[in-house]
């Protein structure tokens, strides 16, 4: 945990500490305060917390518990809804350290006391709801929903901030759906809170919170079936991935390490969110079709023939037909039939030249011969940083977009890189044999005419 971590931290449990004894102090000096109505709410947090679907592999989960302090917000009012708040650091979820509880709860307590301020402020008031309450109340409410959902999800966007080294900080794990996705499940469900508080009158509030219990369980299993889908796929993804670096020695790693220079280069030009994680496919796959070209070929030593210099000229078109009928990857799929197409139009397998060439396909580009460089082959080490940029840029033009190699280079600028392995060089009496690598134009593939 970096200092910037353990300090951000502190400074949010601080802050929820000091909301959560001033709503002591409140709640302590205003007699007869409706301790059973606090109780079954913070049950209701309670439960939903215990019990989140797992996103991705067990390194995040989405709890549907807004609805609990919202509905508090309206019944008892700030103080009361930091307390019910507070309940998620007594969550029986598995896998939590000491420090996430904190932050978890503290996330809680802040988002719930902004909400109820806010709430108060637009002129909602305090205690259950009677017809005449409505629709006046439905604005101050929706206010407060939207301002605890936005402060939630600032906390924790600032903490993935936070993690350190950029460079090697985790993309968003494959299986777990979109921050949008959850924020968008946030604000819907969050108007199960006002739900509560209509209903509250009814059996003294249990039978409102037992009712409401129905959809978000179902909202848990609903949001465990998108997080399993997605799973699915990656898992589908990463067995292609294995098969093709299974097949192919010389690009072990090779297309996880081009997923995240594609991803990276893409966020650089601006890119939105979906295209940015559509790129990241498009890179872990660019190179499946691989598995449609011959072992004996993909391995070979020394020039090769015409006819093995076409099966390396299909792979593109192999790889779109193994893939084709994924239909979440959308534009991907152009990315990975056009990524040996050259801005000179000397490339294959369309021969496209300049912004004939698909956007992905081009990022594509960029990213896989920055990584070929800069990985060890059998005939070389690997190439440093510095001088695969001096490639890239005397490549631009010719073979790369020009804007997107500068692009790249910036990205790599502010991000950083990993920096290559050092590899043994080999013989001299082997330096000439190998030239199977289509990936880096400094090592052109050298074909031998049979006539």
Same mark, same amino acid.
């Given at each position: $945990?970096?200092?910037?971590?353990?300090?951000?931290?502190?400074?949010?449990?601080?802050?929820?500490?000091?909301? @959560?004894?001033?709503?002591?102090?409140?709640?302590?000096?205003?007699?007869?305060?409706?301790?059973?109505?606090?109780?079954?709410?913070?049950?209701?947090?309670?439960?939903?917390?215990?019990?989140?679907?797992?996103?991705?592999?067990?390194?995040?989960?989405?709890?549907?518990?807004?609805?609990?302090?919202?509905?508090?917000?309206?019944?008892?009012?700030?103080?009361?809804?930091?307390?019910?708040?507070?309940?998620?650091?007594?969550?029986?979820?598995?896998?939590?350290?000491?420090?996430?509880?904190?932050?978890?709860?503290?996330?809680?307590?802040?988002?719930?006391?902004?909400?109820?301020?806010? %709430?108060?402020?637009?002129?909602?008031?305090?205690?259950?709801?009677?017809?005449?309450?409505?629709?006046?109340?439905?604005?101050?409410?929706?206010?407060?929903?939207?301002?605890?959902?936005?402060?939630?999800?600032?906390?924790?966007?600032?903490?993935?901030?936070?993690?350190?080294?950029?460079?090697?900080?985790?993309?968003?794990?494959?299986?777990?759906?979109?921050?949008?996705?959850?924020?968008?499940?946030?604000?819907?469900?969050?108007?199960?809170?006002?739900?509560?508080? @209509?209903?509250?009158?009814?059996?003294?509030?249990?039978?409102?919170?037992?009712?409401?219990?129905?959809?978000?369980?179902?909202? #848990?299993?609903?949001?465990?079936?998108?997080?399993?889908?997605?799973?699915? !796929?990656?898992?589908?993804?990463?067995?292609?991935?294995?098969?093709?670096?299974?097949?192919?020695?010389?690009?072990?790693?090779?297309?996880?390490?081009?997923?995240?220079?594609?991803? $990276?280069?893409?966020?650089?030009?601006?890119?939105?969110?979906?295209?940015?994680?559509?790129?990241?496919?498009?890179? $872990?796959?660019?190179?499946?079709? /691989?598995?449609?070209?011959?072992?004996?070929?993909?391995?070979?030593?020394?020039?090769?023939?015409?006819?093995?210099?076409?099966?390396?000229?299909?792979?593109?078109?192999?790889?779109?037909?193994?893939?084709?009928?994924?239909?979440?990857?959308?534009?991907?799929?152009?990315?990975?039939?056009?990524?040996?197409? #050259?801005?000179?139009?000397?490339? %294959?397998?369309?021969?496209?030249?300049?912004?004939?060439?698909?956007?992905?396909?081009?990022?594509?580009?960029?990213?896989?011969?920055?990584? @070929? $460089?800069?990985?060890?082959?059998? !005939?070389?080490?690997?190439?440093?940083?510095?001088?695969?940029?001096?490639?890239?840029? /005397?490549?631009?033009?010719?073979?790369?977009?020009?804007?997107?190699?500068?692009?790249?280079?910036?990205?790599?600028?502010?991000?950083?890189?990993?920096?290559? @392995?050092?590899?043994?060089?080999?013989?001299?009496?082997?330096?000439?044999?190998?030239?199977?690598?289509?990936?880096?134009?400094?090592?052109?593939?050298?074909?031998?005419?049979?006539?």
């Amino acid at each position: $945990m970096s200092v910037a971590v353990l300090a951000y931290m502190s400074a949010a449990a601080l802050g929820a500490g000091v909301v @959560a004894a001033r709503a002591v102090i409140t709640v302590d000096g205003q007699p007869g305060f409706l301790w059973a109505r606090l109780g079954v709410l913070a049950l209701l947090l309670w439960v939903c917390d215990s019990l989140p679907p797992v996103l991705s592999s067990r390194q995040s989960a989405w709890s549907p518990s807004s609805p609990a302090t919202l509905a508090a917000v309206v019944l008892l009012g700030p103080a009361g809804a930091v307390l019910v708040a507070i309940a998620s650091l007594f969550s029986i979820r598995r896998g939590l350290q000491f420090g996430q509880r904190v932050f978890n709860a503290s996330m809680c307590a802040l988002s719930a006391y902004a909400a109820a301020l806010t %709430y108060l402020q637009l002129g909602g008031r305090v205690g259950i709801p009677v017809r005449v309450s409505f629709p006046s109340l439905i604005g101050p409410f929706a206010a407060a929903a939207a301002v605890h959902v936005l402060i939630n999800y600032g906390l924790l966007w600032l903490m993935l901030r936070l993690i350190p080294n950029p460079a090697t900080r985790p993309s968003r794990p494959s299986g777990q759906p979109g921050g949008l996705v959850l924020l968008a499940s946030d604000f819907g469900y969050a108007a199960l809170g006002l739900l509560i508080a @209509a209903l509250w009158h009814l059996g003294h509030g249990l039978f409102a919170s037992v009712l409401v219990l129905v959809p978000l369980f179902v909202a #848990r299993w609903a949001m465990g079936q998108f997080a399993a889908q997605e799973h699915a !796929y990656s898992a589908t993804m990463a067995a292609l991935c294995q098969a093709v670096e299974t097949k192919d020695f010389y690009t072990r790693g090779h297309s996880e390490r081009v997923s995240r220079g594609a991803a $990276m280069l893409a966020g650089e030009v601006g890119m939105r969110p979906r295209r940015v994680e559509a790129i990241r496919f498009a890179g $872990m796959l660019h190179d499946v079709g /691989k598995l449609g070209v011959p072992t004996t070929v993909l391995q070979k030593e020394g020039p090769l023939t015409e006819e093995e210099f076409a099966a390396i000229q299909l792979h593109p078109m192999r790889g779109l037909e193994i893939i084709r009928e994924i239909g979440f990857l959308d534009e991907a799929l152009k990315g990975i039939y056009h990524h040996h197409e #050259r801005i000179d139009g000397l490339g %294959y397998p369309m021969g496209l030249a300049g912004d004939e060439i698909p956007e992905f396909a081009r990022v594509i580009a960029v990213a896989d011969a920055f990584d @070929a $460089m800069t990985s060890n082959r059998s !005939y070389r080490g690997a190439r440093s940083i510095p001088d695969a940029i001096s490639d890239l840029r /005397k490549w631009s033009g010719t073979q790369f977009d020009p804007a997107l190699v500068e692009s790249f280079i910036a990205a790599l600028e502010r991000e950083g890189w990993p920096e290559p @392995a050092a590899g043994a060089l080999p013989a001299a009496d082997t330096q000439e044999l190998a030239a199977l690598d289509h990936d880096d134009p400094t090592a052109p593939l050298r074909v031998r005419d049979l006539r």
